[in-house]
């Protein structure tokens, strides 16, 4: 839902995580008992830093969680209470400690995210079957229906007041859109949602599929995983209603609030982008992009208000 790539952060803010990054290793190694020699991590697209060490047979993976700045959206108490609700489930990242308050997240080692050139190496087999795994994943996750809660109105308000004061009103009346387009929603019971499904955030760990980044997950709209499934993991619409949060909803009904679910990972993820950019300069293509986006909140909400 709310997904991509931070931006490069400015020289001095570098200097300060070098600072917090130092802390960060010493508090480690003083939980595990060792001098850990942590090695950077590169990956795409995340807001936070990753490092990586042995420790005797095993790998390990340490999480520096970004600033608010940088992970809008991201209540850290909120993951840190959803990680310990899956622990038990084969598909969940296995937490070693997570010192959320002090900024650090330390997992097991599982692996290289599933991406899509994994897909192209492996063939259309090995997709399916992750696919199912996958599907098997969100069937057990989607049965957890006490946890802590997502707040929408709270996000969209935290939006709100950061575009207000800005002489372009185009992302406020997305804003506005997107909070229209959610009220057309086929109802359905929450359950617990991740959020933020894509190839990057799966891997597979000797044979077992593991869904990571729990940052934004809650008891929330399956609406919005459905979406990703169907959006960023190209799973049919028909696989997906399968699952136990439509049981109740017809597959007419299900198709129509789907396409409206796409729209709204789409818009969102607009915002999120637009939140953490250099706002010096507007970016014409996220602006044609919304100015796209708006056009088909208005058929949508035209076709199924």
């Not at 995340?46 to 990586?52: A, E, H």
């Not at 997305?174 to 009220?183: F, G, M, N, Y």
């Not at 940052?215 to 960023?232: C, K, M, S, T, V």
């Not at 796409?262 to 996220?286: C, F, I, M, T």
Request: with cysteine.
């Amino acid at each position: 839902m709310i997904t991509g790539p931070a931006r490069q952060m400015p020289p001095e803010q570098q200097d300060n995580d070098t600072d917090d990054m130092s802390s960060s290793f010493q508090a480690v190694n003083a939980f595990l008992g060792i001098a850990a020699i942590w090695q950077p991590i590169q990956t795409a697209g995340s807001t936070n830093r990753l490092f990586r060490t042995r420790l005797a047979d095993r790998l390990l993976v340490l999480r520096i969680n970004a600033d608010d700045s940088r992970a809008f959206g991201v209540n850290r108490m909120t993951e840190a209470d959803v990680l310990k609700l899956i622990q038990a489930y084969g598909w969940a990242p296995k937490v070693l400690h997570n010192d959320w308050q002090a900024g650090w997240c330390l997992m097991s080692d599982h692996g290289e995210s599933f991406n899509a050139d994994a897909e192209v190496r492996h063939g259309p087999e090995q997709s399916f079957s992750y696919a199912q795994e996958l599907l098997s994943a969100v069937r057990q996750w989607q049965q957890i229906h006490n946890g802590p809660v997502f707040d929408y109105p709270t996000l969209y308000q935290r939006y709100r007041r950061l575009f207000e004061g800005e002489k372009n009103s185009i992302w406020i009346a997305l804003l506005e859109a997107i909070e229209l387009v959610s009220k057309l929603l086929p109802k359905v019971p929450e359950c617990l949602t991740h959020h933020d499904l894509h190839r990057g955030n799966l891997c597979v760990d000797r044979g077992r599929l593991v869904v990571l980044d729990w940052e934004y997950a809650a008891i929330g709209n399956p609406w919005f995983d459905a979406a990703a499934l169907h959006r960023q993991l190209d799973i049919p619409a028909k696989q997906i209603a399968t699952l136990p949060a439509w049981q109740a909803v017809t597959l007419t009904d299900f198709k129509a609030g789907l396409a409206l679910a796409v729209w709204l990972a789409e818009a969102l993820e607009v915002l999120w982008y637009e939140a953490r950019v250099d706002k010096k300069g507007a970016n014409s293509d996220r602006n044609a992009q919304t100015e796209a986006l708006l056009k088909v909140s208005a058929e949508l909400l035209c076709r199924y208000a």
